[in-house]
């Protein structure tokens, strides 16, 4: 039985990772180095100061700033990818996400977003897409990165529904990991071969119901 859906924010709802790698690649340059498309896929999933970090080992320079400036330099990317995300519109959300989770609303399927970043309400609102859950679990509540199950468990926990019975929508292997260790079955979003692990792959939500996901997972 399914009574509960998990959605990852960044690669399943709206792709904001071209607007992260676009922030990232600023910050590179002022640091005075090339910050590659290759490299940028690495940053997705990962929190803000993981990416960081993959951004400056990517710059050779890993090793020359202090925690505080750090924190600088991640708050400074950050107001940049603001600035792309506050220009957003309904029109970014992902083919077929938004009838999708209206089906599932219909059908009386409790739904939780689950994501790593600490601007998933911003993102939810600009897309007019907030009213669609039922609980909004992300960066600013949890303090475990995935492949850590707690931004899955705590979604769950706070809609009273075990993990047996809820299944997370993934476009990292991380997050595919987290959702396994968490107890629950996963769908793994947008054909990455690295998401074999998943209970079920599906390239995009256009033309996907629930009676499939049904079909497919809950045997
Ligand atoms: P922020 P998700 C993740 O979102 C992104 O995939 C990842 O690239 C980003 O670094 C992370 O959120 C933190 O984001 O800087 O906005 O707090 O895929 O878990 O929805
Ligand atoms: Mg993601």
Not at 101 to 118: F, H
Not at 143 to 162: C, M, N, Q, R, T
Not at 183 to 195: A, E, F, I, K, T
């Amino acid at each position: 039985m399914i009574s509960c859906c998990i959605f990852d924010l960044d690669g399943v709802i709206v792709d904001t990772a071209k607007y992260h790698y676009l922030a990232w690649v600023e910050l590179a340059q002022k640091l005075g180095f090339e910050f590659t498309p290759e490299q940028g896929e690495l940053t997705k999933g990962v929190s803000r100061m993981a990416s960081l970090d993959i951004v400056l080992r990517a710059g050779g320079m890993e090793d020359r700033f202090s925690e505080e400036e750090k924190l600088r330099m991640a708050a400074e990317k950050n107001e940049c990818y603001l600035r792309f995300i506050s220009r957003m519109t309904a029109d970014e959300v992902l083919p077929g996400v938004d009838r999708f989770l209206k089906e599932l609303r219909d059908e009386g399927i409790k739904v939780v977003l689950g994501s790593a970043s600490k601007n998933a309400r911003v993102i939810l609102d600009r897309c007019r897409l907030t009213p669609q859950f039922d609980r909004i679990v992300d960066g600013t509540l949890v303090s475990k990165a995935k492949p850590d199950p707690e931004v899955f468990a705590k979604g769950a926990e706070l809609v009273g529904i075990a993990p047996r019975a809820c299944v997370v929508f993934e476009d990292a292997a991380a997050g595919i990991e987290a959702a396994t260790r968490a107890g629950m079955r996963s769908v793994g979003v947008g054909g990455s071969p690295l998401l074999d692990k998943a209970t079920l792959q599906l390239k995009s939500f256009e033309g996907f119901t629930f009676e499939q996901l049904l079909r497919h997972i809950d045997r």
